[in-house]
């Protein structure tokens, strides 16, 4: 104790020096080079819930849990394909929608349905369940099974969607801690005048889909219209209407993948 307290400055806080003693030690085992060499996380420094000191061995810890925890086509030549998933995750976004809950939930529930549909062949009942599993994981006030049974219009029995959520808990062997794309999100959205661990090379792909994406939509090429309606309302900016989605940008990014 003597020699905490001679540590102190009068204030009763750390002295700058032994301050930085204290501190992780994310700066020195990453390989991060700051372009303006300023530091994107001084401002919330003070919050400790943000856990500032660890903020980039978590992220670190993130990326590495991406590898290898998906195959991207693994719906090919299977009796559930990329129309079905894509049908099924249009309706559980108005779920998300009418029943406000969190982005996490819903990201969650799509992470968890994708994970297990590489091992069975069963659609709805795996996304209501997923979806119960993940309110429970995300939300302070999960839906009841009940609102879940409701939901689908009693098409199943509390016995079968528990029966559901075990096979899917034991398949995916409990681990519900998947990195979710707000996760990197909110981070690239805080730091992007900074740097990212993402290339041009590994992202542009990405970017050439969502663009041709974008155009089936606008064109009015899918029924599913579930994300742009959510995104069309003023709580969120009505991003899904902005001129810039029309842009030649957009459409010279997706003629390369586009198929007509």
């Known amino acids: ?51 500032v000191s660890y903020v980039k061995d978590i992220y670190k810890y993130l990326g590495e849990l991406e590898v290898g925890k998906s195959r991207p086509k693994y719906l090919a030549g299977r009796e559930i394909d990329g129309n079905m998933r894509a049908l099924l995750v249009d309706w559980l976004v108005q779920i998300q929608m009418k029943c406000m809950l969190l982005q996490e939930t819903l990201y969650m529930t799509v992470a968890i349905i994708d994970r ?60 519900l801690g998947h990195p979710l794309p707000p996760h990197f999100l909110r981070r690239i959205a805080k730091i992007a005048k900074h740097y990212t661990s993402y290339t041009e090379s590994d992202l542009f792909p990405v970017m050439q889909h969502m663009a041709k994406n974008i155009i089936i939509v606008n064109e009015g090429g899918t029924h599913y219209s579930a994300i742009k309606n959510k995104y069309a ?25 586009v198929k007509y």
């Open 233 to 257: 309302m003023s709580t969120n900016s009505k991003i899904s209407t902005a001129e810039e989605l029309n842009s030649s940008i957009i459409w010279d990014l997706a003629l390369p993948v």
């Open 116 to 175: 297990f549909l590489q091992v069975s062949k069963t659609l709805q009942l795996v996304g209501i369940s997923a979806m119960f599993i993940a309110s429970k994981y995300e939300e302070v006030y999960p839906m009841s099974i009940g609102d879940f049974i409701c939901i689908t219009g009693d098409a199943y029995t509390k016995f079968q969607v528990h029966h559901m959520e075990r096979k899917i808990l034991k398949a995916l062997d409990f681990c």
């Open 1 to 51: 104790c003597a020699m905490i307290k001679r540590r102190l400055a009068p204030t009763g806080r750390l002295r700058p020096r032994e301050d930085k003693l204290f501190g992780a030690f994310s700066d020195v085992l990453l390989d991060v080079e700051h372009a303006d060499k300023e530091d994107e996380d001084v401002e919330d420094d003070t919050n400790l819930n943000l856990c």
